[in-house]
């Protein structure tokens, strides 16, 4: 038992199903249940969860990278202007929106390691930088801060499928978790991550290369959020600066509930996963209620909250085990 305690995501587990009960019980018979419910706050937790994983990778490693959000929104505008006022194909432009999200990966990752400055602070500059050149660029190319997209059947087949009300982007949530995990436990630069987050400088004098490990997280975070970009441009039919703003917070928010500490060091895949259902849960499990949505964001904010707190008990409780 203890083992499991343990465990980075014995809390965000517990949380989730204490959470995931009581919205049950609160809105019985509402259909919070139901398989389309259940698809419901999978959808929201897909997408997301898609992008936490490596931020929460990357955090593990002490790192921060808040330019995700408007990775998002010039992803999905890269392949609208690209498709709608150029006239190009489709997968050319999602080869080159994602393009786009490494390198911007790879310049938060390179300026992160090259200057020592706080990552929080550099992709925090990156994210304002990157969706003012979007609103920019986006206007003086086309006009425009949003546009529709010209899809093809093979684009919609991979980004926008729909089982009843489920959407594929589940599918690539639980895909991307399997990678995740597995780099993270099973590899040497899974080990390499955990050292890096956990002592810079010993992890350094063993030999890891902190600084590639940091610009590889870098850009897989980078790329995380551009593949969210084309993936809700397909969905979605249509482009916008501002997609994504909302995952500037919420993807560190999912991760610290799944377990991950602010320090780095210590966290887990599975944890983050959780912690990103939990979010799901309870953004989705509120609107089931039937309750006032002008209570929505004090209702949310306490049971993450409390969440965290639970979490963070719980960790603290299996550190303190001899």
């Known amino acids: 038992m203890m083992r499991l305690v343990r465990r980075p995501e014995f809390g965000a587990l517990a949380a989730f199903v204490l959470t995931y009960i009581f919205f049950a019980i609160v809105t019985h018979g509402a259909g ?3 398989v389309n419910g259940t698809a419901g706050w999978m959808n929201l937790a897909a997408e997301l969860g898609i992008i936490a994983i490596p931020v929460g990778m990357l955090m593990i490693a002490g790192e921060f990278d808040l330019s995700i959000g408007s990775t998002v929104g010039a992803a999905s505008m890269v ?3 690209g498709t709608s006022f150029f006239d190009m194909p489709i997968w050319p432009m999602i080869a080159l929106a ?3 999200g490494g390198a911007i990966g790879l310049i938060n990752g390179l300026v992160v390691v090259k200057t020592n400055l706080p990552s929080f602070i550099v992709t925090l500059a990156t994210n304002f930088m ?3 050149a979007t609103l920019g660029f986006s206007r003086l190319i086309a006009q425009v801060t949003s546009s529709s997209i010209v899809q093809s059947d093979t684009a919609r087949a991979v980004f926008a499928a729909k089982w009843g009300q489920a959407n594929i982007s589940i599918l690539w949530w639980i895909l991307a978790a399997i990678i995740g995990g597995w780099v993270l436990g099973k590899t040497t630069f899974g080990n390499w991550i955990y050292a890096t987050g956990g002592n810079l400088q010993a992890a350094r004098g063993a030999g890891v290369p902190v600084e590639r490990v940091k610009v590889l997280l870098f ?7 551009a593949f969210v970009g084309v993936l809700q441009g397909v969905q979605w039919n249509s482009g916008n600066s501002t997609y994504g703003q909302g995952y500037v917070f919420q993807a560190p928010i999912v991760v610290v509930i799944g377990g991950v500490l602010l320090g780095g060091g210590y966290g887990s895949v599975t944890g983050i996963f959780i912690g990103t259902a939990i979010f799901g849960v309870i953004s989705t499990g509120i609107f089931y ?5 002008d209570w929505v964001l004090l209702f949310l904010g306490g ?4 969440a965290v707190l639970a979490n963070n008990y719980v960790r603290r409780m299996a550190l303190s085990v001899k």
């Not at 850009?219 to 959020?225: D, R």
């Not at 049971?303 to 409390?306: D, N, P, T, V």
């Open 289 to 293: 209620t039937g309750w006032s949505t």
């Open 130 to 132: 990157v969706l003012g």
């Open 98 to 100: 994602l393009a786009m």
């Open 32 to 34: 919070f249940v139901s």
């Open 303 to 306: 049971l993450l909250a409390a």
């Open 79 to 81: 392949v609208a202007i």
């Open 219 to 225: 850009v897989g975070a980078g790329l995380a959020a």
